[in-house]
Every structure is written in C-alpha cells, then in structure tokens.
C-alpha cells in the first residue's frame, strides 16, 4: 500500500467515490484505503527518523567484505 | 587531529595542558562507562520484554547508549593515543567509573523503568551543561546525543507515567524501586578528582553538584505531582563520595564476567 | 452462491495465482492452513532470539555488540509482524503465546539446539538466517497477501544479518588458528540441523500449502538452491563439510548429499531437542514475570493500521 493522494468531501461516502475516481479509474489499484485526515497522527521529527550516529550496521553497505573475502581465499588456496 | 580548546583565535588551537587532558579524560571515561554499562544491562531486555513492540523499542534505546559510549571512546582513544575497543573491553572491573546507580542489574521491568527514568533525566542535565563545553569535539558530539536522547526522554516518560497512572500493582513496584534506587541515583553527579581543573576552563561548564541541584529541581516536583517516592532533604543535601563512581558490586562483576568472556579468549586477536 | 461453490472459485483463484486479502471470504481450511504455517513461523522467529540472545552481552567488540544486538531485535520484530497476520486471521496473541509455551504448536529445528562459542554467532547468522531467506523469497509469492507483504520487509532485513554473519566468520577465517577452529567446530555442529531446516520433500499432490499457493517451492527445491549458493561459498574458505557425500552432479545440476535423519527432525519439533523444554521454560518464565505489565497497561487489544 502507498500513500497516493488525497480528495476533499463532504463525507466519507463520497471521500471513496473520489478515491476511486483519482486513484482507481484506470484500473490502476487493487484496493484503496480512505482514512479522514484527523484520524491520522504524524510523525515528522528528524531527531527520532534521522536520528544522527551511525547506524550503518542496519544496512547492507555496513558490511565490506571485499578484502576479508580475497585474503581468506588465498589463505586457503595456500593451505591447498 | 585536533585536540585543541576552542579559542576566540579561530585559528589557534592550543594543544591541551597535561593536567586539564587527563581531567578531561576521567571526564569522558566516566559519561563513557556510565552509557556502555546501561547499554548492556538494558540489552538483555532482547527478546523477552513485556511486549513485543516495546522489545524492539527498548533494544533501540540501549543501542543508541551504546552507539553513544562508542563515539566517547572513541573521543577518549584519539585524546590518549588509545583503542576504542581497548578501552572499553580490556580493563579489570575496579577499573570501570560508571556511577553506582549503573551497578544494578536490570532486576524487573518496574526497576529498568525507574533507573532508567533517573539516569535519562540526570543525563540530560549533565548534556545540556557539556553542550556548553569549551572543548569542541566534546560540545560537537554532545550536540548530537542530545536529539537521540530526545527520544529517551519521551519514551521514559511515557512509561513512567503509565505505569503510575494504572495504579494498583503496577505503581507500588514503580515506587518500590525508585525507594530502592534514589540513595545511588545522584551518583551521576559525583564530583571527579580533576573538576576545579575542567571548570576553570570551561571544559565543564558548572560544577557537578550544582548539576545535581538543577536535576532535582527539575525531577522531584514531577515525580511528587504523580505522588512517587523522592528523596528526603537530607539525602539531597548528602555530599557526594568518592565511592559513587568506584564501588563495584558482583552484579557488575558478573556482567564484566559476560563482556570481556569472547575478547580475552584470544589476546590480541580481531573479531 | 452456495458456501461450496463460493470455496470452489476461491480454491479456483489460489491455485491461479490470485491474491487474499485478510478481510476477503476465506474458506476454513485455507484459513486454518494458512494460519498454521504463518504460527510456526511467528513462534520460529521469536524462539530463534534465544539461540542468539546470550551472546548479546559476550560479543567482543562495541561494532559487534551493535550489529548483534540489531540482529536479534531484528528477529523479534519479525515475529510482531508475523504474530500481527495471524492475529488477524482470527488467532488472538495470548493464545498463540500460550499454544506455543504449553508446546502444542512446533518452532523450527534450528532454534531447538545448543550455542558453544562466538563461532556459532557467525555461523547461525551466516549460514541459518541463509536457509530461511531461501524459504522466505520463495513465500514472497504466497497466495495470501498481507503474509507475502512481511515478506518482502523480513528479506530485505535478513540480507542485512547474513553479510554480517559472513562477515563474522571471515574476520575469524583470517585470525587466529584458535579462531579458524573455532568456526570449523560450529559449522561440524550446525550442518545436520541445516539440511534438516528445510523439512522432507513432500508429495506435491497432497501438500495443500504448495496446491493452494501458500508457499510456491517445495522442500527439497528449497533445499537445492541453499546448497548451490552457499556450498561453493564455505569451501572457498577452506571449509570443511561436515558429509562425505556431498558433491555437485553437473550433468543433473543436482546436490548429492547424505539423506539428512528425518526422525531427528521430527523429534526435535515435537519438543525433544536439546534446548527444546529449557527454552520454552525461560520463555514462560520471563512471560510470566511480565504478566503484571500487560495486565496493568494493556486494555482490550486494537489494531492499529
């Protein structure tokens, strides 16, 4: 699911229809989900989504093994 | 590298005194070891904490001590020509200068709130001061512990307040353990032996003692509004020893016990 | 439309290829099938921290502690994502807890067995959390949607743990003969386990989780391409496996390989493993010692999009 646009309405009734027209006419979604804004609670904060120390062990660029990997290669191709 | 005190010369950075280095560094081991040492004992929160969501909440938050204690070592290794990792795996216990407050083991859920609530609290007064460092790697890098430790803050409240506000059970083991824990809870702020030093130059902006004063100004009147246990007029007023930051207890040996078992099995050895 | 018939166009939409979602019609069995699988595999990841967890405060360096300390808070997010599917095909936590700790439903073999030594932290991560991505790209497919979706995020996060995993075991690889040892030892141990992983290939024809989509791989393919990646990988190391007969069929693009002891397996999964009953009682030890904490702030459980 990806957040894909909002309408304006008078109710939720019509809110769906609107959805429907803008973001279903060309049959383009399975399925939509239509939430009034004021039942929505953001969270925007760089500080708690950005927050600044490495954190590069969450991802995969914080494992190089490039190096590790050739050396123990020929380690072992050394080892026979 | 530099080492050097932030000056009105932008230009001049004059290496640091002998004396005011090794009181900077005492200064730096001591936050180090305080976050290193919570880090650990809220870690073994993984996987078993009440709620599977606040599993991987808590697991954040001792993460980033972690992250934290690492960054100071780090600061602390360029400072004495040392390791980060040396620092702090390789030293006997008597060696640690974490706070006393850090020498329990996380015990239960109400007790890891409660100590956790005191020390993100008297941290966050010890940051604010440090953010004020005359010693720019030091003041750099406070700047950026204080975001993480917004969201301590947050999260620590929350509980607190939770776990108040159900009453019942939930309240009388929150307040149990902040009775158990506020006599080491000001350890935070026991003096070091180079202050006079740091103070004199700014690296420590304000005296400990009067960071604690500001810490209880803040904390008590909270704590009473949600009627929880706070310390007595004369356990506020008690003079810090030195003790606060030496005495180890076996739980703390037990732990040193745990980190240091894989690191000494092979001196010298990478990992 | 009568209730068979209804089940008939569903059965018909599944073995298609079609998609569920949790609040469509679904038939008893396929909920109860589905329901199953994603349980095991809920319990799996939330026992798999177990394994692991003590090492959390053994790792020796501060980047180690953090990459395994992010691993295993990894894994338990894992189970929250998988726990909430089977919530809501109509499984209520607490009972799913309670099933899983008075043993009526099954965690995987791996997660039933004994760690020696910081080897063991690199070869679990490596190799352990390997066999469980083949199996978990394969369940991107699954015919049941918001399962197939936890998928897509749980193997973007398990690639993360096998390069630290692998990166664990070279840094030892290229240490000490202590350390090399070391990870030869853990791999001796943790190779039986791992062919076992993937289970006994079964009869397409009455496996209902293959007929109906809910998992598009059988064991044994599973089990094949496990081996071609990550074999020429160990032994590039100077590795050894731990069976004699394990060996490439190049005219086959076949594995051949000792048949792994199937009945190990199904003792183990029924809770007679060798850290079956001491793992499932510190679960239930630590659940109950919180129990106090959900009582006092947990009210009626709301799902929460």
């Not at chain 2, 993984?46 to 001792?62: C, F, Q, R, W, Y």
Request: a negative charge.
């Amino acid at each position: 699911m990806i957040h894909s646009g909002n309408v304006r309405a008078p109710d939720l009734e019509l809110a769906t229809h609107y959805a429907r027209e803008f973001y279903g006419r060309r049959q383009e979604s399975n399925r939509l989900w239509i939430v009034p804004r004021q039942a929505i609670t953001e969270l925007d904060d760089p500080d708690l989504l950005k927050p600044p120390f490495d954190r590069s062990f969450k991802r995969p660029g914080g494992y190089l093994i490039k190096h590790k990997l050739e050396a123990a290669k020929a380690r072992a191709q050394e080892e026979g | 590298m530099s080492t050097g005190v932030r000056s009105s010369n932008a230009d001049a950075a004059r290496p640091l005194a002998h004396a005011t280095r090794d009181a900077l560094a005492e200064l730096l081991l001591s936050i180090a070891d305080d976050e290193f040492v919570i880090g650990f004992w809220d870690s073994e929160w993984t996987g078993i904490a009440p709620i599977l969501e606040e599993d991987v909440a808590t697991s954040s938050i001792s993460q980033d001590e972690i992250g934290h204690a690492r960054a100071l070592y780090e600061l602390l290794a360029e400072l004495t020509g040392d390791d980060a990792d040396r620092i702090a795996f390789g030293r006997e216990p008597d060696a640690y200068r974490h706070a006393a407050l850090l020498n329990h083991p996380r015990t239960d859920w109400a007790f890891s709130v409660a100590r956790r609530y005191l020390y993100e609290t008297a941290d966050a007064v010890r940051l604010e001061a440090l953010s004020r460092s005359s010693y720019e790697p030091l003041a750099g890098l406070v700047a950026k512990m204080r975001r993480e430790e917004r969201y301590h803050l947050m999260h620590l409240d929350a509980w607190l307040r939770r776990l108040a506000d159900a009453g019942g059970d939930a309240r009388a083991r929150l307040a149990e353990a902040l009775t158990r824990l506020w006599p080491d809870a000001m350890t935070i702020f026991t003096p070091l032996g180079g202050e006079a030093t740091l103070v004199a130059e700014g690296l420590l902006p304000e005296p400990m003692e009067t960071l604690r004063e500001r810490w209880l100004t803040q904390v008590v009147p909270i704590l009473e509004t949600l009627s929880l246990p706070v310390p007595s007029g004369d356990e506020r007023g008690a003079p810090l020893t030195d003790g606060g930051r030496t005495q180890r207890t076996d739980d703390f040996r037990w732990l040193h016990g745990e980190f240091t078992m894989v690191a000494r099995s092979e001196e010298g050895a990478a990992w | 439309m009568s209730s068979d018939e209804r089940a008939q166009t569903f059965y018909a939409h599944v073995m298609n290829g079609g998609k569920v979602e949790a609040d469509d019609w679904i038939p008893d069995d396929y909920r109860a099938a589905v329901l199953k699988f994603v349980e095991m595999h809920a319990n799996s990841e939330l026992m798999g921290v177990l394994p692991e967890r003590d090492w959390i405060l053994r790792a020796p360096t501060l980047r180690r502690k953090l990459a395994l300390t992010s691993k295993i808070q990894d894994e338990v997010g894992h189970a929250q994502l998988l726990y909430r599917v089977a919530e809501d095909l109509g499984k209520p936590r607490e009972q799913m807890f309670a099933d899983l700790l008075a043993g009526k439903t099954k965690f995987h073999n791996v997660f039933h067995y004994p760690t020696h030594s910081w080897g063991d932290v690199g070869i679990i991560a490596w190799l352990v959390d390997a066999a469980a991505i083949v199996s978990q790209q394969a369940l991107r497919d699954s015919s049941y949607a918001p399962y197939a979706r936890t998928m897509k995020k749980i193997c973007w996060e398990e690639s993360v743990h096998i390069m630290h995993g692998r990166d664990v075991v070279l840094t030892l690889m290229n240490g000490t003969p202590g350390q090399r040892e070391m990870v030869q030892e853990a791999l001796n141990r943790w190779w039986g386990p791992l062919m076992q992983m993937h289970g006994p290939p079964t009869n397409p024809a009455t496996d209902r989780d293959l007929t109906w989509k809910i998992k598009t791989k059988g064991n044994e393919q599973l089990r094949q391409e496990f081996l071609s990646i990550y074999v020429p990988r160990i032994w590039e190391l100077g590795l050894t496996v731990p069976d004699p007969e394990l060996r490439h069929d190049q005219s086959t693009g076949r594995w051949h390989y000792t048949e792994p002891d199937w009945d190990e397996l199904r003792s183990v999964v029924t809770g007679h493993g060798p850290m079956s009953q001491e793992r499932l009682a510190f679960r239930r030890t630590n659940y109950d010692r919180t129990q106090w904490v959900r009582d006092a702030i947990l009210g009626p459980a709301v799902a929460v999009a």
